[in-house]
């Protein structure tokens, strides 16, 4: 390069550049051209991304009271998508304008609302949603609370699509399906794909080891057909929640239990049949049911008053809560795997590290005497678990007492961390127990033999190769997965039997990996009292000596995430995708580097080297 040129530039003149060679250099000019194009247009998008956030966030920010709610009104769900236990859990909704519903919140709206003389009723749209039978358990039972102040409760919906939508609708007091609509309520399935035999054909061999015989989570991958134990366990739990469903559809829709067996039966239903047989109240048009609702409060159909208000809405604004000098509480959540990290802070894992200084912030605050650990998780790292598990020992150490509420699961590490509770419930429909552990690897040596693919190396250590997939565990290295088998089990067998009152021999006789509904749990011991959230807080306000759980003081931990806090994480992810990209340009930089080297001393065994 003529170094010349940039001597002899001047604060007024530029001499013109010389053209670059025609042909020496042009791998290293292309490439960086591209880079820097490429670069600019990754700038630009991070820029747009940064001043977007900034933008909102000065939104959020800005004081802008929101319109009083109105004397008379209806609050209003629609039925879109399934709520969430916690507002922080990743995928929940991130608008800056609308609080995130969980569950918790739905059951609070509706429970100050029965008292709130503002409110006359409570009308939901299904537009494809569904909750968990959990969640709907703990839905119905608040619509029926609202119900028995005296307020009424419709449900509309297109066309309801499985028997969980028709278990929430039946809570309603009026059912409302669109001419046309269908109902589909063909009782319930559990299917899995076992692919066993593609894995032998392609030279995929299976190797787990599981405890005990019910511990079935990787049975798809090594057997070709369910087992006699998964069978059994499987059928008990959908007679379990059939049995369930009927009673609670059977009550509320004034119906036999065996007449409405034998609908399930049937199956599907055109909206004449299910007008005929109770299963609906009235066929009629979206239009018509807005109307209905606007002549029941104000007496006008056409009435152009604004009365229907969102639930969210009405949970965010409506006066709650307890005074400042009520009891205090800690309601703690674990919802999601279990792991001993959450690296990509996205809410989804129940992470240890997390979870342990929540705990430990509760079991230091003095004002705090109870802590209620709401649990939804299937499970996930033992290790994990029993750091958890240390962390509430630790709790009630310094004197608190601790109340498990468990939500859709609790099962294998979501009891672990569950066993040392001095009271735990949960739903009738909760999957729990499956204590138990699973494990192993895919080994692919026959597949690379297939292929045609040989690896080969050395190894130092006479078990060096047990996480290796390119070979079967050898003896030695099944034995040592065998003997950390057995003592995951034992020390989970007999970690129960201490939290629960048990000795080891009556827990391993309700444990074995089996997974038991919580109406199950609680006949063989593993749960206290059937209920939801809302009766795990009534159960701690007896604890602390108030009436109920509205004269406590619900402290969420993890805080929910302020509208400001979520704007400054999706900075904090355009910044990181700024940073990953201002990374891999220098790794670009170096790789143009080293290509101008191989074009000008012409080393082809450079790209073969590296």
Request: glycine share 10%.
């Given at each position: 390069m003529?170094n010349?040129?940039y001597?002899?530039?001047?604060?007024?003149?530029?001499?013109?550049?010389?053209?670059?060679?025609?042909?020496?250099?042009?791998?290293?000019?292309?490439?960086?051209n591209?880079?820097?194009?490429t670069?600019?247009?990754?700038?630009?998008?991070v820029?747009f991304?940064?001043?977007l956030?900034?933008?909102?966030?000065?939104?959020?920010?800005?004081?802008?009271?929101?319109?009083?709610?109105?004397?008379?009104?209806?609050?209003?769900?629609?039925?879109?998508?399934?709520l969430?236990?916690?507002?922080?859990?990743?995928?929940?909704?991130?608008?800056?304008?609308?609080k995130?519903?969980?569950?918790r919140?739905?059951?609070?709206?509706?429970?100050?609302?029965?008292?709130?003389?503002?409110v006359?009723?409570?009308?939901?749209?299904?537009?494809?949603g569904?909750?968990?039978?959990?969640?709907?358990?703990?839905?119905?039972?608040?619509?029926?609370?609202?119900r028995?102040?005296?307020?009424?409760a419709?449900?509309?919906a297109?066309?309801?699509?499985?028997?969980?939508?028709?278990?929430l609708a039946s809570?309603?007091?009026?059912?409302?399906?669109?001419?046309?609509?269908?109902?589909?309520?063909?009782?319930?399935?559990?299917?899995m794909?076992?692919?066993?035999?593609?894995l032998?054909?392609i030279?995929?061999?299976p190797?787990?080891?599981?405890?005990?015989?019910y511990?079935?989570?990787?049975?798809?991958?090594t057997?070709?057909?369910m087992?006699?134990?998964?069978?059994?366990?499987?059928?008990?739990?959908?007679?379990?929640?059939?049995?369930?469903?009927?009673?609670?559809?059977?009550?509320?829709?004034?119906?036999d239990?065996?007449?409405?067996?034998?609908l399930?039966?049937?199956?599907?239903?055109?909206?004449?049949?299910a007008?005929?047989?109770?299963?609906?109240d009235?066929l009629?048009?979206?239009?018509?049911?807005?109307?209905?609702?606007?002549?029941?409060?104000t007496?006008?159909?056409?009435?152009?008053?604004?009365?229907?208000v969102?639930?969210?809405?009405?949970?965010?604004?409506a006066?709650?809560?307890a005074?400042?000098?009520?009891?205090?509480?800690?309601?703690?959540?674990?919802?999601g795997?279990?792991?001993?990290?959450?690296?990509s802070?996205?809410?989804?894992?129940?992470?240890?590290?997390?979870?342990?200084?929540t705990?430990?912030?509760?079991?230091?605050?003095?004002?705090?005497?109870?802590?209620?650990?709401?649990?939804?998780?299937?499970?996930?790292?033992p290790?994990?678990?029993?750091?958890?598990?240390?962390?509430?020992?630790?709790?009630k150490?310094?004197g608190?007492?601790?109340?498990?509420?468990m939500?859709?699961?609790?099962?294998?590490?979501?009891y672990?961390?569950?066993?040392?509770?001095d009271?735990?419930?949960?739903?009738?429909?909760?999957?729990?127990?499956?204590?138990?552990v699973?494990?192993?690897?895919?080994?692919l040596?026959?597949?690379?033999e297939?292929?045609?693919?040989?690896?080969d190396?050395?190894?130092?250590?006479?078990?060096?190769?047990?996480?290796?997939?390119?070979?079967?565990?050898s003896?030695?290295?099944?034995?040592?997965?065998?003997?950390?088998?057995?003592?995951?089990?034992?020390?989970?067998v007999a970690?129960?039997?201490?939290?629960?009152g048990?000795?080891?021999?009556?827990?391993?006789?309700?444990?074995?990996?089996?997974?038991?509904?919580?109406?199950?749990?609680?006949?063989?011991g593993?749960?206290?009292?059937?209920?939801?959230?809302?009766?795990?807080?009534?159960?701690?306000?007896?604890?602390?000596?108030?009436a109920d759980r509205?004269?406590?003081r619900?402290?969420?931990m993890?805080?929910?995430?302020?509208?400001?806090?979520?704007?400054?994480?999706?900075?904090d992810?355009?910044v990181?995708?700024?940073?990953?990209?201002?990374?891999n340009?220098?790794?670009f930089?170096?790789?143009?580097s080293?290509?101008?080297?191989?074009?000008?001393?012409?080393?082809?065994?450079?790209?073969?080297?590296?």
């Amino acid at each position: 390069m003529n170094n010349n040129w940039y001597r002899s530039r001047s604060l007024f003149t530029r001499p013109a550049r010389p053209e670059p060679p025609k042909k020496k250099w042009r791998v290293r000019y292309v490439l960086w051209n591209a880079l820097k194009r490429t670069c600019m247009a990754i700038g630009a998008m991070v820029l747009f991304s940064a001043i977007l956030g900034t933008t909102l966030s000065m939104m959020a920010m800005k004081d802008v009271s929101a319109p009083s709610l109105p004397d008379e009104m209806v609050l209003y769900l629609p039925l879109e998508k399934a709520l969430v236990e916690h507002s922080n859990v990743a995928g929940s909704s991130y608008s800056f304008q609308e609080k995130t519903l969980t569950i918790r919140d739905a059951v609070n709206a509706l429970d100050r609302a029965a008292k709130d003389e503002r409110v006359k009723g409570f009308v939901t749209t299904v537009r494809g949603g569904a909750l968990s039978l959990t969640h709907t358990d703990e839905l119905r039972a608040a619509i029926a609370r609202f119900r028995e102040s005296g307020k009424f409760a419709y449900i509309y919906a297109e066309g309801y699509e499985g028997l969980g939508q028709y278990y929430l609708a039946s809570a309603f007091e009026e059912i409302w399906l669109q001419p046309m609509g269908l109902i589909s309520i063909p009782g319930m399935q559990v299917e899995m794909p076992y692919v066993r035999p593609a894995l032998d054909k392609i030279g995929v061999e299976p190797q787990f080891f599981a405890r005990k015989e019910y511990k079935n989570l990787f049975e798809s991958f090594t057997d070709s057909e369910m087992s006699p134990e998964s069978r059994e366990v499987m059928s008990a739990i959908l007679v379990d929640i059939g049995a369930a469903v009927v009673q609670g559809v059977s009550a509320d829709r004034k119906l036999d239990s065996g007449a409405f067996q034998k609908l399930v039966d049937k199956g599907l239903f055109t909206d004449a049949e299910a007008l005929e047989s109770g299963l609906v109240d009235r066929l009629d048009y979206g239009d018509e049911f807005s109307g209905m609702v606007k002549e029941l409060v104000t007496g006008d159909a056409e009435n152009k008053d604004k009365i229907f208000v969102k639930l969210g809405r009405y949970a965010k604004e409506a006066p709650g809560g307890a005074a400042a000098g009520s009891p205090k509480v800690a309601l703690i959540y674990a919802v999601g795997q279990i792991v001993q990290r959450d690296n990509s802070k996205g809410g989804n894992l129940a992470a240890a590290d997390n979870l342990v200084e929540t705990i430990r912030d509760a079991a230091s605050d003095e004002d705090i005497g109870v802590i209620v650990l709401r649990v939804d998780s299937p499970g996930g790292s033992p290790t994990a678990s029993e750091t958890i598990r240390r962390a509430v020992i630790k709790a009630k150490e310094k004197g608190k007492k601790i109340v498990v509420s468990m939500g859709g699961a609790a099962a294998s590490g979501g009891y672990w961390i569950a066993a040392d509770a001095d009271y735990i419930f949960a739903s009738p429909m909760t999957f729990t127990g499956s204590i138990g552990v699973t494990g192993g690897k895919f080994s692919l040596q026959a597949m690379w033999e297939k292929v045609g693919i040989k690896w080969d190396g050395v190894s130092w250590g006479e078990n060096s190769g047990l996480w290796s997939f390119n070979r079967p565990y050898s003896p030695s290295e099944a034995e040592r997965m065998n003997a950390m088998m057995d003592n995951v089990y034992d020390s989970f067998v007999a970690l129960v039997a201490g939290g629960r009152g048990m000795t080891p021999e009556q827990v391993d006789k309700v444990a074995g990996g089996r997974v038991w509904t919580g109406a199950q749990a609680k006949d063989v011991g593993l749960v206290d009292e059937l209920g939801g959230l809302d009766m795990a807080l009534d159960y701690t306000a007896g604890l602390v000596g108030v009436a109920d759980r509205h004269a406590l003081r619900v402290v969420v931990m993890p805080r929910p995430k302020t509208t400001f806090e979520r704007v400054v994480e999706l900075l904090d992810t355009q910044v990181r995708i700024g940073e990953f990209f201002r990374s891999n340009s220098e790794m670009f930089m170096t790789v143009t580097s080293s290509l101008k080297e191989f074009t000008s001393y012409g080393r082809p065994e450079f790209l073969a080297v590296r």
